[in-house]
């Protein structure tokens, strides 16, 4: 069974000081509420907003969270209360807030915690603030929207754990580093083999290459060979010597490395350039720290905070739907920028990496140094001094980055220091190759030395790149299978996201047209832009065209968003069969407003529908319209003594009085003279007492003296038997009661004061109302004869004399 | 009366994982593990991170002592 509302319940909640209750009957119907802005109607839909979602989101953007909450003349003893009583009465429950701001529910069944669950992905709730923003979101943002409204949270998590993970996997810094080192190897081989070596067969015969100009006798053909071909070397020859010549042989291939990788920065060259392209415009980088403002301003024009067309920061009037616009796009340009910064970012990876295989370079020719020699000392000096500064360099990319501060590539280090090292390098490898010429005194020591010193090269390269071609070769795969798994997931998320536009796009389309028809806006649909986006298209005069705010104005778009909220109310709401709309046809104009309620009546007659308005005029239109489908209508208001109240019933009023005094609060004088002006209400209602005519509201402003006055008339008029009841002088006279409000008659002193007053008023009702049927006397129910009035069951009867 | 019905979230997601698991073509390991941090309910990018460096930490250590 769907679930729908049978009772609301609020109590030191938000504006709603003493309870507050709405009773939808035991049949959920749709009710119509009215309250002049300000009168404290959001307050219900800020409590079921917080019963459901555990926030009331436009107090949340405000800074301001559970302390919001609690009336702020609420005892603090007491605990804040929303109750809820639904049509399944397993899962009503009331949800509380203490002083100290924690809340719990009273139902804690398993039954009423599915039931919140599923219901936490429904769309329960529509605000005027609130109509706008999917329409004005960006298309990233309306995507990222919708699959929240779809309940794809899921299917978002997934695919952005997907995405970033995949991308991070491709940044990864070993997975850099794995790459450039098998590429530098791959280069020495080409340098010293000329040829590149993968399999062990083409390592032995390369080795074989080397070993027999040597006459050894021995014949490389496996790894145990290989070894001992290299001991074989080291037995025939000098062990110092050889031992000298390897060691100088790696201090000059570093060197000649580091040179190398010296001159290798296009990884980071490209990053700069980047970088310094979205800094170049400082504007940019200080645009995209505005999209939180920009974002919080729609927001603030959208839900008229400071007025309709007033700037919500420098009060001046705008162009409201103008300006919406403008910020709008001012979002999406933010939206590229912040992408520019993203692509760079990924620059900045591989940039890290360049980064650190020069520093990987310079420490290894520190690790080879031979300082034993003195004409080493320069570059030693050089080689020492880069080593720190490239740390440096590295720690300052990614902080400079980080704060988006300029980066600049300095020329200090990568000039001035990078050319003198490389001129001293270049100085120096000639001066080491003689070093290890001379340490061979014939030729055949020379061959011996080279033939030793490619070996080790040899071997360690070959070694390298096999563990190194292993692990990237993991990587790769995991890549290949990470970007597969990703690029499936987008291919089904992009299917099911359409599939779910498409039918929500149906029922948008169908609404927008009941309620404008022949207006020019035909096929409205929900869009997948590229991988990215949403965006609303919709044929305009018989054009394809989108974004919406191109050509609607106002208050087709509010009501397009309105149109996206019940499609989706139709759509997604599996548990609740009902929903609120709080003050959302503001700007619709009258022309539009009974299609919306024919929409409601042909669409939705199967919901149960709250409806909260500030207009008078809509009110009674909902009114005139809606009541012969059984719905409700109440009206709400506000004063500083009793925060928000509905306009209540006879029964409300004095349960009212009741509870006021069981907390010892002796203000009740505005509720007695309510009480009392209901009761004349009624009465006069039923004895059709006549009073001026007044427009509008002031009709139903009608002062409890005026009505006594014009009753007690009445009943002379017609000679009836209660005419001179000193209980309608004592009521008559009484100025606490006949003073317009509380505020001009004085207080009620003490509880007995008080309850004379409602002795008073009881017994003034008990001479109308029949206690059997709990009618009151009525011109309806006038006997055969023509002298009594009577209520329903005929208990009660009043002498009246008919003309 | 809308007739459409869109199937949830988690379903899809559910769908596609379990539709994961015979998929070939794929790194076992990696597919594997995917599936297994899925169904441990920790499907997040820094634990994805986790898991991929350790099957290649795994495997290079095997290799290692082969």
Not at chain 1, 17 to 22: C, G, H
Not at chain 1, 545 to 566: R, V
Not at chain 1, 714 to 719: E, G, I, S
């Amino acid at each position: 069974m769907p679930t729908k509302l049978k009772k609301i319940k609020i109590e030191g909640f938000r504006g709603a000081r003493f309870p507050l209750e709405l009773d939808f009957t035991k049949n959920a119907k749709s009710t119509g509420i009215y309250g002049d802005n300000g009168g404290g109607k959001s307050t219900i839909t800020d409590g079921i907003e917080w019963f459901y979602t555990d926030r009331v989101d436009h107090v949340w953007k405000e800074d301001c969270k559970q302390e919001c909450l609690r009336n702020t003349r609420f005892p603090d003893d007491k605990d804040a209360v929303v109750k809820m009583e639904f049509s399944d009465d397993k899962i009503s429950s009331d949800k509380s807030i203490s002083s100290s701001f924690k809340s719990k529910f009273s139902n804690t069944s398993q039954d009423f915690k599915d039931y919140l669950a599923q219901s936490g992905k429904e769309r329960l709730f529509l605000r005027y603030g609130d109509i706008l923003r999917f329409i004005l979101l960006t298309k990233g943002k309306k995507r990222t929207e919708m699959m929240n409204i779809i309940g794809y949270n899921a299917v978002v998590d997934v695919r952005n754990t997907l995405v970033t993970a995949c991308n991070d996997i491709q940044r990864d810094s070993r997975y850099l580093q794995v790459k450039g080192q098998i590429t530098k190897n791959e280069a020495d081989l080409m340098q010293h083999f000329n040829q590149l070596i993968t399999e062990e067969n083409e390592l032995y015969e390369v080795a074989n290459e080397l070993v027999e100009p040597l006459n050894i006798g021995i014949q490389v053909a496996d790894k145990q060979s290989f070894k001992q071909s290299m001991e074989k070397i080291q037995t025939t020859s000098d062990k110092e010597k050889l031992k000298r010549s390897t060691k100088l042989s790696d201090f000059k291939k570093a060197l000649e490395d580091m040179k190398n990788q010296m001159d290798k920065t296009e990884d980071y060259d490209e990053f700069l350039k980047a970088y310094s392209g979205i800094l170049k415009d400082k504007e940019k980088i200080k645009k995209i720290g505005l999209g939180e403002l920009l974002e919080k301003g729609q927001k603030a024009i959208e839900d008229q905070i400071t007025g309709e067309n007033t700037c919500p920061l420098c009060l001046s009037e705008i162009d409201a739907s103008n300006v919406l616009q403008q910020v709008a796009e001012r979002i999406q340009e933010l939206e590229e920028i912040s992408k520019e910064v993203d692509e760079t970012n990924t620059k900045k990876g591989s940039a890290l990496a360049n980064l650190r295989n020069i520093k990987s370079a310079v420490a290894e020719a520190e690790r080879k140094k031979l300082d034993d020699d003195p004409d080493f000392q320069t570059i030693i000096g050089i080689v020492k001094e880069l080593n720190q500064a490239m740390d440096e360099t590295i720690k300052d990319t990614e902080q400079k980055f980080q704060k988006m501060e300029i980066l600049q590539k300095d020329p200090d280090m990568f000039e001035k220091k990078f050319d003198a090292a490389k001129k001293e390098i270049d100085e120096l490898l000639p001066k080491i190759q003689e070093k290890i010429d001379a340490l061979a005194e014939t030729d055949a020591q020379k061959r011996q030395y080279e033939a030793y010193g490619k070996l080790r090269d040899l071997e360690r390269i070959f070694e390298e790149n096999k563990t190194l071609s292993r692990e990237l070769e993991i990587f790769e795969k995991q890549i290949e299978t990470l970007t597969k798994i990703k690029d499936d997931f987008i291919q089904i998320q992009a299917t099911v996201l359409q599939d779910a536009l498409d039918a929500i796009s149906g029922d948008v389309d169908t609404f927008y047209n009941m309620i404008n028809p022949e207006e020019g806006v035909e096929n409205i649909k929900l869009k997948l832009i590229g991988e990215e986006g949403v965006e609303v298209q919709y044929d305009f005069h018989g054009k394809q065209e989108h974004p919406p705010l191109k050509y609607l104005s106002e208050s087709h778009l509010n009501c397009l968003g309105i149109c996206l909220f019940l499609a989706s109310v139709k759509l997604f709401n599996k548990e609740n069969k009902f929903f609120i709309l709080d003050d959302v046809i503001t700007s619709f104009d009258s022309d539009h407003r009974i299609p919306f309620l024919r929409l409601l009546q042909e669409r939705f007659l199967d919901y149960q529908v709250v409806l909260l308005t500030h207009e008078k005029f809509w009110y009674e239109l909902i009114n005139a319209e809606m009541r012969q489908f059984g719905w409700l209508f109440n009206d709400v208001s506000w004063s500083i003594e009793d925060g928000i109240e509905l306009q209540q019933s006879v029964v409300s009023v004095k349960d009212r009085i009741g509870y006021k005094l069981s907390l010892g609060i002796l203000d009740v004088g505005n509720d007695l003279r309510k009480l009392l002006e209901q009761i004349l209400k009624e009465v006069c209602c039923n004895l059709e007492v006549k009073v001026s005519f007044k427009f509008n509201d002031e009709n139903e402003r009608r002062m409890v003296g005026e009505l006594l006055s014009e009753l007690r008339a009445r009943l002379n008029k017609q000679k009836c038997d209660i005419k001179d009841h000193p209980v309608l002088k004592r009521l008559a006279t009484s100025s606490r009661l006949t003073a317009h409000t509380s505020h001009d008659s004085p207080p009620f002193e003490s509880k007995g004061d008080i309850q004379q007053v409602q002795k008073d008023i009881e017994e003034f009702e008990s001479l109308f109302l029949c206690q059997n049927c709990g009618k009151y006397v009525s011109l309806q129910y006038k006997d055969e004869p023509g002298k009594k009035v009577k209520c329903r069951c005929g208990d009660k009867e009043l002498e009246w004399a008919f003309a | 009366m809308s007739e459409k019905s869109i199937k949830p979230g988690e379903e899809i997601v559910n769908e596609f994982f379990e539709r994961l698991r015979d998929e070939n073509g794929l790194d076992e390991k990696t597919r594997d593990a995917l599936y297994k941090l899925y169904k441990q309910g920790i499907f997040r990018k820094t634990q994805v991170k986790k898991a991929l460096d350790e099957i290649r930490g795994e495997a290079l250590g095997e290799e290692d002592a082969d």
